[in-house]
């Protein structure tokens, strides 16, 4: 697996309509700890000896508990894989990308997708998964006080942070004008998408950043002192107060940081 990042939303159980709502009672009731398992892939080869990852498991969610509630991000993975394969042939992003994607799998992927989305127009996909680092853009959705840097079962150290989808939606509104008026104005395009998806989830819903196995990469005091979503407001207050040095010189730093976590794509 390629360690990710994911932001995640997690929905309250009693949201989802009534016959995917059976679908994931039957689900906790049956499995459970099947959620904290991770996702499994089995190679689909294309040409030669490329190819892409497909899922190779039922559909499953990641399930969280708060407040006497149960909430469910469901995996979703054969609507990411088909998306992602679909929006990697529009972008054409490397001299060998039709031998990973070639135009029959491609326009395959397409139908495929538009299949599940005609059975389903409110089907929309719970997760993004950002290989190797975590998006600068999805810090601007979580406060400092949201983090939380603790030790799973398995000994191993995970930082996350979550906060309510209102309170995520309000948090990208509030940066897009301020970037918009700078040179900055793709990145509140980019806000302006993440704030188009959350839209479409109830207003109980709760978000997350996971760092998952990023952290893997990182000693104990490098998560410690990692305060990005901290860093990324600091860095918009001083954009909107027309501190502009202040500014960039804040978010380099967390460019700079996320630069060099992600120097261990290119080492492996």
Request: charged share 30%; net charge neutral.
């Amino acid at each position: 697996m390629v360690p990710s990042a994911y932001l995640r939303v997690y929905q309250p159980l009693d949201r989802f309509e009534r016959a995917e709502q059976l679908h994931w009672e039957r689900f906790l009731l049956h499995g459970p700890e099947i959620a904290s398992i991770r996702p499994r892939y089995a190679d689909r080869q294309t040409v030669g000896r490329l190819g892409v990852l497909a899922p190779a498991d039922s559909d499953s969610a990641d399930v969280l508990h708060v407040g006497g509630r149960t909430l469910i991000s469901p995996r979703r993975m054969r609507m990411r894989v088909l998306a992602a394969m679909v929006s990697f042939r529009e972008a054409q992003p490397i001299e060998l990308w039709e031998q990973f994607v070639p135009k029959k799998d491609g326009r395959r992927a397409a139908r495929d997708l538009a299949r599940l989305r005609r059975r389903d127009p409110n089907a929309v996909s719970f997760c993004h998964q950002s290989p190797w680092h975590v998006p600068v853009r999805w810090f601007v959705l979580f406060r400092d006080e949201e983090r939380e840097l603790t030790e799973d079962p398995y000994g191993r150290w995970r930082l996350r942070y979550r906060t309510s989808t209102r309170r995520a939606i309000r948090r990208a509104e509030q940066a897009i004008g301020p970037l918009r008026r700078t040179d900055l104005g793709p990145i509140g395009d980019l806000i302006l998408d993440l704030h188009q998806w959350m839209v479409q989830f109830d207003p109980d819903s709760i978000v997350e950043l996971d760092y998952a196995e990023l952290c893997d990469f990182q000693r104990w005091n490098e998560l410690d002192d990692d305060h990005s979503a901290r860093e990324v407001l600091e860095a918009l207050q001083s954009l909107e107060a027309g501190e502009y040095p202040k500014a960039a010189d804040v978010y380099q730093g967390v460019l700079a940081r996320w630069a060099e976590v992600r120097t261990r794509e290119i080492l492996n």
